[in-house]
Nanobody, 126 residues
């Protein structure tokens, strides 16, 4: 079974930065479309960013464009989310997800992802 483990969350002041990492088990990481989602208490899980299998294409939620960068290192079975210029509204649990079998380059639909990490808390507060 594929396991995804997020790390790097924490407490940061507005305007600060965090880098999230998601380490995947298995030997087929390079075949997965990878995505990041987030969920705040009382709110639905929402798409944040996704990256294609070969890193050739990325897609972002409008509100994080220019501030967040998704990347992956297939040799390390790891996907990253660099978050800069953080705002209080970015506060949420951030989840890494893997889409094993999509025929699309990337997908924003959580129902299309097959594996999920446990989440890591990001809190942006002064």
């Amino acid at each position: 079974q594929v396991q995804l483990v997020e790390s790097g969350g924490g407490l940061v002041q507005p305007g600060g930065s965090l880098r999230l990492s998601c380490a995947a088990s298995g030997r087929t990481f390079s075949t997965y479309v990878m995505g990041w989602f987030r969920q705040a208490p009382g709110k639905e899980r929402e798409f944040v960013a996704a990256i294609s299998r070969d890193s050739g294409y990325t897609y972002y939620k409008d509100s994080v464009k220019g501030r967040f960068t998704i990347s992956r290192d297939n040799a390390k079975n790891t996907v990253y989310l660099q978050m800069n210029s953080l705002k209080p509204e970015d506060t949420a649990v951030y989840y890494c997800a893997a889409d094993r079998d999509t025929r699309l380059i990337v997908t924003t639909e959580p129902g299309e992802y097959d594996f999920w990490g446990q989440g890591t808390q990001v809190t942006v507060s002064s």
